[in-house]
Nanobody, 123 residues
Framework: QVQLVESGGGLVQPGGSLRLSCAASGRTLGSYVMGWFRQSPGKEREFVAAVSWSGSLYADSVKGRFTISRDNAKNTQYLQMNSLKPEDTAVYYC??????????????????WGQGTQVTVSS
């Protein structure tokens, strides 16, 4: 069984940076699409970024500020978040999608999820 464990969340001031990590265990996910989603109270889970061997994709709201990457040797993916804004405050989830032609943007199309890590951007 695949397990995903996020870390790196916390409290940061506006304009600051955080790096989230997501460590996978149970199987090697080198061929999987790895994604990040976030959810704020009262809102639906929204796509943030995703990466596979073919490239990466970002939500417009984070493009130019966030960078997704992965280290297949460590079975780990990362989300570097710079120039953080209060509206980035949310629980951030990592997810993995089996190789397919499915869209990367929809949470229902992902197969495995982490438990989430809280990111709070506030002065």
């Amino acid at each position: 069984q695949v397990q995903l464990v996020e870390s790196g969340g916390g409290l940061v001031q506006p304009g600051g940076s955080l790096r989230l990590s997501c460590a996978a265990s149970g199987r090697t996910l080198g061929s999987y699409v790895m994604g990040w989603f976030r959810q704020s109270p009262g809102k639906e889970r929204e796509f943030v970024a995703a990466v596979s061997w073919s490239g990466s994709l970002y939500a417009d709201s984070v493009k130019g500020r966030f960078t997704i990457s992965r280290d297949n040797a460590k079975n780990t993916q990362y989300l570097q978040m710079n120039s953080l804004k209060p509206e980035d405050t949310a629980v951030y989830y990592c997810a993995a999608q089996r190789p397919s032609l499915a869209s990367w943007r929809f949470p229902d199309l992902y197969d495995y999820w982490g438990q989430g890590t809280q990111v709070t951007v506030s002065s």
